[in-house]
């Protein structure tokens, strides 16, 4: 069965600075795909960023960018120039091949980030 | 674009009652999911819809839950004799038309349930 492990419950970077967030993951798949997606206080999750493993370029959305390692099977997403508004929980999740067990996500645990002015 | 929308915000039931949470996806999505959050985790995978037909559900959806989706539309998932293990933010997705891996789920705000 796949896993998704984040290892940093809790993080807090400094406004306008650069911060990165971990994530691995256990899979025998050679094809599927990753995401961040990012959780306000009491508002809805909503997409950051999204990686097909199959794509060898690492994904970038504005200010968010992923470090893709398929071999080391980590998934890290760098946020530069850190916004107040960047504030969230951050989960990492993964889909298997063709959209998986019908496109279920599986999650990992999230980590809390608090972006300091 | 109205997003996913799901009533009601909050429930606080007794235990041993029965609770319905709604889920209105975006109109054009043929594909709907039920994911439940506990405090420090990640969502958990409950059950998913395509259209009407509800063609996966996980072991961790007991006997006591169901859920529907009539007529491809809105869904409602339903805890029978709730027990305070059943505590959780309830979330609804949903995403499509297109292949599975190109239509990200777009998530609803959540039901927060607290059993007493």
């Known amino acids: 069965a796949q896993t998704v492990t984040q290892s940093q419950p809790e993080m807090s970077v400094q406004e306008a600075e650069t911060v990165t967030l971990s994530c691995t993951y256990d899979?025998?798949?050679?094809?599927?795909?990753l995401f961040w997606y990012k959780q306000p206080p009491s508002r809805q999750m909503i997409l950051v960023i999204r990686q097909e493993a199959y794509k060898q370029q690492n994904a970038t959305e504005n200010r968010f960018s992923v470090n893709f390692q398929k071999a080391a099977k980590s998934f890290s997403l760098k946020i530069s120039d850190s916004q107040l508004g960047d504030t969230a929980m951050y989960f990492c999740a993964f889909m298997g091949p063709y959209g998986g067990s019908q496109g279920n996500l599986i999650f990992g645990k999230g980590t809390k980030l608090s972006v300091k002015p | 674009d109205t997003g996913v929308s799901q009533n009601p915000r909050h429930k606080i039931t007794k235990r041993g009652q029965n609770v319905t949470f709604r889920c209105d996806p975006i109109?054009?999505?043929?594909?709907l999911y039920w994911y439940r959050q506990t405090l420090g985790q990640g969502p958990e995978f409950l059950t998913y819809f395509q259209n009407e037909a509800q063609l996966e559900k996980s072991r961790l959806l007991s006997d006591r839950f169901s859920a529907e989706r009539p007529k491809g539309s809105f869904s409602t998932l339903e805890i029978q004799r709730t027990e305070q293990g059943d505590s959780a933010m309830y979330l609804c997705?949903?995403?499509?038309?297109?292949?599975?891996?190109?239509?990200?789920?777009?998530f609803g705000n959540g039901t927060r349930l607290t059993v007493t």
């Open positions: 997705a949903s995403s499509g038309p297109g292949q599975i891996y190109n239509s990200p789920l777009h």
């Open positions: 899979t025998s798949e050679n094809n599927y795909y």
């Open positions: 109109s054009e999505h043929n594909r």
